[in-house]
């Protein structure tokens, strides 16, 4: 597939009536973390980070984001605490079919082919899908055209009962898996759309696949947890690993992800490189 612009909506402006300092204890409380701790992280003092918090102190710009690398807070929001201190904004948010990443959309597209026959994707904050291999087109063999149109959403596609859920023979496992991972996301992104997601997903009716939970007998020891999903006859397992880009300095490169499958027995290897040709 070709890389799509997933036409995000940037959210521009800190939240109606907050400063920076609620913002800012919001996200420390968030981390777990103590006034002194981040004091410390942050070559500061208790003292001007509780200042800042309640608004007796405003922090430099430099101050806004060292104490946001401190608490991991996301790009995009980082963006909304400069807003909130009274800053521009640093970190762009450019369109995925922008000229300026050019260089970025054929580095993906070779990455992905790359690693053909095996699956791989690439999605945005909230699963949209705006890269596949022909490995994942694979994967999506016998979903109704009603799930392929665009934009394709990772999960929907995983999890809807007419989507690859009927296929997934460990589909218990592997929903909850995946519903955890979005829980983990939503606790660190305030992302109302991937929240609203999470519920759509979440409320699928999920009844037990075939043999969900077992092992074929002769079934070799996984290192991860795998998703087992029939294919043309066969059952095949994969395991997935997921990759972000370090240091991002633009908020749509910050929220990508590149999503790989591999094959998690030589069974399956060997029947991916056999479609391959």
Known sequence: MTIVSTGTDSAAAAPAGQGVGPLLR??????????????LRADSSARHISFVETGRSRPSEEMVLRLAEHLDVPVRERNSLLLAAGYAPRYP???????????????LERLIQGYEPYPALVVDATY?????????TMLLDGVPE??????????????HPEGMAPRIRNLGE?????????????????SEP?????EEVAAYPAPEAVGDGERPADSV???ALPMRIEHDGRVLSFV???????????????????????????????????LGG
């Open 26 to 39: 919001a996200w420390r409380e968030r981390r777990r973390v103590s006034q002194l701790e981040l004091a």
């Open 93 to 107: 948010e450019t369109p995925l079919d922008d000229p300026a990443l050019g260089a970025l959309r054929e580095g």
């Open 128 to 136: 949209t899908v705006v890269a596949a291999n022909r490995g994942i």
């Open 146 to 159: 009603s799930l392929l149109q665009p934009p394709l959403n990772a999960m929907r596609l995983t999890l």
């Open 174 to 190: 592997w929903r909850g898996h995946l519903l955890a991972q979005m829980e983990r996301q939503i606790a660190l992104h305030r």
């Open 194 to 198: 991937l929240r609203a997601l999470y």
């Open 221 to 223: 020891p996984y290192f």
């Open 240 to 274: 997935s690993s997921i990759s972000t880009f370090n240091t991002p300095m633009d908020v749509t490169v910050s929220e990508l992800a590149i999503e790989t499958f591999l094959p998690a027995d030589p069974a399956t290897a060997k029947y991916l490189h056999s």
